[in-house]
């Protein structure tokens, strides 16, 4: 009965105590309501240039109203500006909220802005220019309200005023000056006066801290002006003491914009040293005085016409080169035309003109074509006028017995592979390349055509190697310009800044189109190439005497490998100034790698045409140089372990190479090499002191051993940020020590340089050591932060439109050019020596 009774009323227990919760929660929330109701909200009419000196606790709210007059031929800024003179304010700071017409600006102070590590600075003076709303009307009163709150119950004192900004407006070529902060941020109204389409907005310091920003903005509201939210929109870039953006008009619709500058909390974006860490988390820490004063500008931008007048300023220097190369090509036909009047009519000429009676000197080129042209003279004949210059060392053999070896020689294999597996060749080769003085005819005994082909497989890789080269390149960068313009980020790309034209959606065009002459002019060293390469080959079709047997031995496939790296040169530094950054900067300096090392390559053919390192083996130690690099860029940096490999593999690198040059390739590095090493030690050095075989060889390795140790060293203790460079300073140093040893050695051995190969010698030496000069300005470096790069930018200097690094490329590009031809004309002098009576060195 008992239970059954509990039973019964439970229910009706359940109900009397949710109503009770229920009575309780309407009696609290009547409590509050009431207490709410006793809260004071007070609105003032205020004035503008007055200071209120008020006090805000949670039982009282002030609003302030505010009207003035707008105009729409006139825009006026209006600027709050609140101080907190209450201590101990942080923990229950003031809310101001500004109410406009079409906008809401809404901010406590102290103002509490955060850096890294979420570190907290607080700032109790805070200063905002209001976003202005556009008026269609003549003149228009516009109202705006304060509201002032806080949910301290202690009393906190404020003073608040609210003024006028006269200045708000930016004239063009006129400089304003002005005082910024993080908690008092600036920015100012510029509109594109009429047949203006775009300017350049520069903002300057003298003070190179505190780190601040410049952001172009778009006029509408809100104005993201602090240091957490100035990103959010908008062009922006970080400076130190100098930024400068282009603007044009058709990225604003509203043909105006805002010019925003905001001073970061911290420094250490634009290069200066973090602040100490907080003992707590939630530590305030006191940023002191972080004013900064600065000036801006705003400049029209070139026109259209300065556009046109540096493309075709750039396009005359390089088709200038064709014209030269066309009216130089045009005397040197007319002057082999009078040698060849001159062969057919020997007794008309003076023995001043020949230079003996009846014998004049013959390039290869003129007697191919004089044997075309004299067909009634007999190949004895001309073999007899050949053969009686001792000058030259000509051979005394008649042109059917050339032709009949040449005959011979074609019945044989053309796989080079068959000279290298057979054993007595191979016993020959150390006989030849062992003697101690080698002339080119003991290596240059191979199958011209084998020859030929191994040498033009260099032209279709590298071909090939640009093409998967380029192709991602011009991807990539395409990418970053997108992003660029995408989220206004101008801290990704390293431009002048002073001097960078816009053209479409490219940033910087001018740096872009100065890279035009690398291509225009390897494309020039590919028609003068194939011109001297029809020449000879329709020497070698005639069994021409001097084509077959005097001479360096022409191969072209290198040149064409040459003329080829260089136009890739050119578009990939094209590419390369779309965005140029540390990441990037590979690609600008991949090619120069290759030019580099091919040619070295060039200059030891010329003398070791047999022996020269193959197409797949020259790459492939590219391929592994260009590793180096990358694995440089992304781990270089600070990264001791990486230097110390690296130096090992340098200097073994450079002794293995040295072994490799000093004995022709006839070794071998197998298990026994240290058995050897210490053989030829003993035998050589104790035994008997003996110097060593091949001197010439020994001076120029020790010399080039001494400038890698050096470089590894240097690269060891420095550590260099920029290792691109420093291995791009390797081979450019290695290649001048093999050019002026191989300059030095050929007129010890009492050959000539023509007048035209001197003419290229001078002319390139002149033009690299201005190219250098320009270069070693440098306007921007991504070694440093992005502020701190924008302080080596600089004014244009050629034209309105160009600055000192497109001079760079315009002269670096003449330069690399010239020494092309210099490799290409320097052994000019040896096409009428027998190949038995030139060294090689």
Known sequence: MVLRSCCKFGPVLVWFRLGYVVLLWLCVTHLRCARAETKTVVQKDAEFDVTYNDTVTSDNQTIYAFNHTVSRNKTEGVRVTVDVLSEGAESSPILFVVRQKQAVLSFQVPLILRGLYQRKYPYAHVGRTLCQPPTRSLTETQYFFVDVSTLSSLGTH????????????????????????????????????????????????????????????????????????????????????????????????????????????????????????????????????????????????????????????????????????????????????????????????????????????????????????????????????????????????????????????????????????????????????????????????????????????????????????????????????????????????????????????????????????????????????????????????????????????????????????????????????????????????????????????????????????????????????IFFSVLGVVFGKGNMVFWIVFSVLHILATMLLSTQLYYMGRWRLDSGILRRIVYVIYTDCIRQCSGPMYIDRMVLLVMGNIVNWSLAAYGLLKTPNDFASYLLAIAICNLLLYFAFYIIMKLRSGERIQCMAMVCILFTAVVWGFALFFFFQGLSTWQKTPAESREHNRDCIVLSFFDDHDIWHFLSSIAMFGSFLVLLTMDDDLDNVQRDKIFVF
């Open 158 to 625: 404020y003073q608040l005023r609210i003024s006028r900004v006269d200045s708000f407006t930016l004239h063009t070529d006129k400089k304003f000056s002005f005082t910024a902060s993080p908690s008092q941020p600036q920015y100012f109204k510029y509109v594109f006066p009429e047949g203006v389409d775009t300017v350049i907005v520069k903002v300057n310091s003298e003070m190179t801290f505190p780190c601040s920003v410049m952001s172009i903005q778009d006029i509408q509201c809100p104005v993201y002006d602090l240091d957490n939210n100035v990103a959010f929109i908008g062009m922006y870039q970080t400076m130190t003491k100098t930024a400068a953006i282009t603007v044009q008009r058709k990225d604003f619709p509203s043909n105006s914009f805002y010019v925003v500058v905001v001073v970061k909390t911290e420094d250490e974006a634009c290069g200066g040293p973090l602040r100490f860490y907080p003992l707590r988390p939630d530590e305030l820490i006191d940023a002191g005085n972080r004013s900064k004063t600065l000036d801006v500008v705003v400049s029209p931008a070139i026109s259209s016409d300065v556009y046109v007048m540096g493309m075709l300023f750039c396009l005359g220097i390089f088709l200038s080169f064709y014209l030269l190369t066309f009216l130089v090509a045009c005397v040197e036909n007319k002057r082999m035309h009078r040698r060849r009047e001159g062969l057919l009519n020997p007794a008309d000429m003076s023995p001043a003109e020949t230079g003996k009676p009846g014998v004049t000197p013959v390039s290869p080129y003129e007697y191919g074509s004089f044997v075309d042209n004299a067909s009634t003279l007999s190949s004895e004949a001309i073999t007899d006028s050949i053969a009686s210059d001792a000058n030259y060392g000509y051979m005394e053999r008649s042109l059917e017995s050339v032709a009949g070896r040449s005959r011979q020689e074609s019945l044989s294999s053309i796989e080079e592979d068959d000279y290298d597996t057979l054993a007595d060749i191979d016993s020959d080769k150390n006989i030849v390349r062992t003697k101690k003085y080698l002339c080119v005819s003991d290596l240059a005994r191979k199958d011209k055509r084998v020859l030929s082909k191994k040498y033009q497989i260099y032209f279709w890789n590298i071909a090939t190697i640009g093409v998967f080269y380029a192709l991602p390149v011009i991807q990539l960068v395409i990418t970053y310009q997108t992003v660029v313009n995408v989220t206004g980020n101008q801290d990704i790309c390293y431009y002048n800044f002073l001097c960078a034209h816009p053209l479409g959606n490219l940033s910087a065009f001018n740096n872009i189109l100065s890279n035009l002459g690398y291509v225009m002019l390897g494309l020039l060293f590919l028609l003068i190439v194939l011109q001297r390469d029809v020449i000879h080959s329709r020497a070698l079709d005639r069994n021409d005497l001097n084509a077959l047997e005097c001479g360096i031995p022409k191969h072209f496939g290198l040149f064409y490998a040459m003329g080829t790296a260089l136009m890739m040169e050119g578009l990939l530094s094209a590419c390369y100034h779309v965005c140029p950054n540390y990441t990037n900067f590979q690609f600008d300096t991949s090619f120069m790698y290759m030019i580099a090392g091919l040619c070295v390559l060039k200059l030891y053919q010329k003398r070791h045409p047999d022996i020269n390192a193959s197409a797949y083996t020259a790459y492939a130690c590219l391929a592994a140089v």
